[in-house]
């Protein structure tokens, strides 16, 4: 039998092969278990108390420690307690310098002849939570819409005012994307999507560089909200039932809690923290089920439909069972967010995260009560008490953000509407537009034309363009105005000046529409030779424009 994955994702080393221990009449779920080991396997500096023995669970298909089990190395035993009759294995730990992959992040460990199995788990847990919860702070990307969209309008706020957190809408057609980036230095969580906004496969797997991102990704969307980790970007999905509509974040400790939990039940979980392929198929297939336009109630019945649907009765004994370990992390993230309201909602930074702490501490305790090696690990689970101490010390900036230094605690707002664009074109373009020796007239429909008589050269007649004689108005532009929610741009379609205006040159066009004007190409003036600004004035201007 092949343990290497575990031992790789667990930093630990076999002793011998794995041995199966079973009751041949009754049914005794706990006893003691001895088994012999090698010392000639051992490498020098390992002592007794780095020595142990390690249960198979086969519901959960994990391997877990007996932290009670004791090396004796004048008969080379080691003895421990067993909660239920498997296959059993020993084990040791070996001093030295670790470095461990756990879902795409490396986690150092430092072993010295001093450290015990126990206190090697408890490190190990620890760690892995700290380095989940890192990735709910770092630097923030730049926020990035490919496509702006041309029908959806969005405007992101905070409560204290400062532009830390950001958004654009992406794209056009039936769903646009809202693409968000959270500059506020901890983890924002959307309270529950409004009508209209929801979670689509690629708002699952948006950043997805690793099975964190999409495990955190996928417990959220069964709730019909969104997470987006400190300095990270997320995104959600409008859809044609919105027309106005507000998304509200704020940080509490539901978000941290998750993490908490994640990095504790993937320490035990190797299958589950390497398989992001698997991951990722199980979200796609939930995000596409029908039952998702219920909303969050739906995604959570077609994740776990999902979920039973992959689930297989053959099981490979003493090896990791990514279907049963994806179940019991989602059980876990029930009972934390079922729980949510006796997290700390108010209070300081600290509060929230020690009440999160405690939260997942329990979840992560009833989610593997369900199985029989819920006994072997109570003590790993309290160390977890440590996590808001050591995520103080070591993540950076945190500190500023727990003490009220740098990064207030705010909430964060992104208000969404439909943009009209025909009505903004009849309402802020639409008209008869004049400035000195300059016309602009734009129909209903976007169609317009630029008529204007040069400054001329009368040193040199030579030197005007050639437009000027023209029939019958002289200087002649037409063009297509195109709006959106960002602006306007007009498109020459044809032109008499092709030198100075070229088919397919785009102008600028911005309106003001409480003095009655628009400017016309904000970049270079529209006047050959330079005369004159680029305001127009229409009939309720308040001034004259373009002298």
């Given at each position: ?337 079922d729980s949510k309201d006796a997290l700390s909602e108010n209070g300081s930074a600290k509060e929230r995260f020690e009440s999160a702490v405690k939260a997942a501490q329990t979840c992560a305790k009833l989610a593997l009560g369900q199985f029989k090696a819920t006994e072997v690990i109570p003590a790993l ?167």
């Open positions: 039998m092949d343990t290497g994955l575990t031992d790789k994702h667990l930093g630990v080393a076999g002793l011998g092969a794995p041995v199966e221990i079973s009751t041949t009449r009754g049914a005794l779920t706990q006893g003691r278990v001895s088994l012999s080991y090698d010392s000639g396997k051992l490498p020098r500096g390992v002592t007794a108390k780095q020595i142990g023995i390690m249960v198979f669970d086969s519901d959960l298909g994990a391997w877990f420690p007996l932290l009670d089990a004791e090396a004796d190395p004048r008969t080379h035993r080691v003895t421990g307690t067993a909660p239920h009759f498997s296959l059993f294995r020993t084990f040791f730990v070996e001093p030295g310098e670790k470095l461990l992959h756990m879902a795409g992040r490396e986690i150092k460990l430092t072993v010295d002849a001093g450290t015990s199995v126990m206190g090697y788990f408890q490190k190990l847990i620890t760690a892995s939570a700290v380095a989940i919860v890192k990735d709910l702070f770092a630097v923030p990307p730049a926020l990035n819409c490919d496509k702006p969209s041309a029908t959806v309008v969005a405007e992101a706020s905070t409560a204290v005012g400062d532009n830390s957190f950001s958004a654009c809408a992406d794209g056009d057609g039936k769903e646009v994307t809202l693409n968000m980036v959270n500059g506020v230095a901890y983890p924002i969580r959307l309270d529950r999507l409004p009508s209209g906004v929801t979670i689509t496969g690629r708002d699952v797997l948006l950043g997805s560089g690793d099975s964190i991102t999409v495990i955190r990704n996928v417990i959220w969307m069964t709730q019909g909200q969104k997470v987006i980790a400190g300095a990270k970007a997320g995104s959600v999905t409008v859809n044609e039932k919105m027309t106005t509509a507000r998304l509200h974040g704020h940080m509490d400790g539901s978000a941290v809690a998750v993490d908490v939990l994640l990095g504790t039940l993937l320490a035990f979980m190797p299958a589950l923290s390497a398989d992001k392929k698997w991951i990722e198929g199980i979200a796609q297939k939930a995000v596409n089920s029908p039952s998702v336009k219920d909303g969050g109630a739906g995604l959570a019945r077609a994740t776990r439909m999902t979920v039973d649907d992959a689930s297989t009765s053959r099981k490979v004994e003493g090896q990791p069972d990514v279907v049963s370990q994806f179940a019991t992390l989602m059980g876990a993230g029930d009972c934390l967010l689970l309290d160390s977890l008490k440590l996590v808001p101490e050591i995520v103080q010390a070591q993540i950076a900036g945190i500190s500023n953000v727990l003490t009220g230094g740098k990064h207030k605690l705010t909430s964060v707002f992104v208000d969404l509407s439909r943009f009209d664009s025909r009505a903004t074109l009849k309402g802020n373009y639409q008209g008869t537009w004049q400035a000195h020796r300059r016309k602009i007239i734009i129909d209903e429909d976007g169609s317009g034309r630029y008529n204007w008589f040069p400054f001329l050269n009368y040193d040199d007649p030579s030197s005007d363009p050639p437009c000027v004689t023209a029939e019958p108005r002289g200087c002649e532009v037409r063009f297509r105005l195109t709006v959106t929610p960002a602006g306007a741009t007009a498109e020459v379609t044809v032109s008499n000046d092709l030198e100075e205006w070229p088919i397919g040159h785009k102008v600028n066009v911005s309106s003001n529409a409480e003095a009655g004007t628009i400017t016309f190409d904000t970049e270079t003036n529209v006047d050959h030779g330079g005369g004159g600004s680029n305001e127009f004035c229409g009939p309720r201007a308040t001034r004259y424009c373009g002298a």
